[in-house]
């Protein structure tokens, strides 16, 4: 099953603009992850947010968490063309499962 | 400095056919496991965890099947691949406090013909 599901599903823009994904769940959380898939390729981690935390930056990656709407949104700034790929949110539970939405292609065009 | 070793690469297969996917970490002790598979364009579906030798959770049943010999080993097996199989496999580990991101292999790319 799938816990989060991101929006938009696809997202086109311009080298230099700002880039917004957003990402909703259903259950608790313990953290939410965001992850990048290059085409074809394995997944790497970008940015970690606990459940108690409300706002995340690493570099050019800014992520916000709101438990009471059970959402979060990833912000890439200054994008560039090498930032075209998927993004996958993730959340976690008590558990040790890790369940990922079904992803927002993004495609930075020169 | 862990790392996260996964083969083969690409797989093609005939329906029927025995697999079997390893997966191997380096580097740490004792690593919660995890098997995903992603279908063409869509997200990652949770097949397997483990967070302990012999100790496997399924979270899909389906004719897969997996096991951990030795600690940081995880494998992926069937015993007849059906097409429903076909998809990109991934392995991945985390430690246990699971408070870090997860590490992950390069994925498998099986096509079962």
């Known amino acids: 099953s799938q816990q989060g599901e991101e929006d938009p599903q696809a997202l086109s823009i311009q080298e230099g603009e700002n880039a917004t994904m957003n990402c909703s769940y259903k259950?608790?959380?313990?953290?939410l992850q965001w992850y990048r898939q290059n085409s074809g390729r394995g997944l790497v981690h970008l940015i970690l947010i606990r459940s108690n935390e409300r706002e995340k930056h690493s570099g050019r990656l800014r992520v916000t968490l709101d438990t009471s709407k059970k959402s979060s949104s990833l912000l890439i700034t200054a994008s560039r063309a090498a930032d075209t790929a998927s993004y996958f949110c993730?959340?976690?539970?008590?558990?040790?499962?890790?369940?990922f939405g079904s992803g927002t292609r993004l495609l930075v065009r020169p | 400095s862990q790392t996260i070793h996964q083969w083969p690469a690409t797989l093609v297969q005939p329906v029927g056919s025995p697999l079997s996917l390893e997966c191997t970490v380096e580097?740490?002790?004792?690593?919660?496991l995890y098997w995903y598979r992603q279908a063409a364009g869509r997200g990652l579906q949770l097949l397997f965890y483990?967070?302990?030798?012999?100790?496997i959770s399924s979270e899909v049943p389906q004719n897969l099947s997996a096991s951990r010999p030795q600690d940081r080993q995880f494998i992926l097996s069937s015993k007849k691949l059906l097409l429903s199989d076909s998809g990109f496999y991934l392995c991945a580990w985390a430690k246990t406090d699971n408070m870090r991101g997860y590490t992950f292999g390069s994925g498998t790319r099986l096509t079962v013909v």
């Open positions: 483990s967070v302990g030798i012999g100790q």
């Open positions: 259950t608790s959380i313990n953290n």
């Open positions: 580097g740490t002790s004792n690593p919660n």
């Open positions: 993730a959340t976690r539970d008590s558990s040790y499962k890790l369940i």
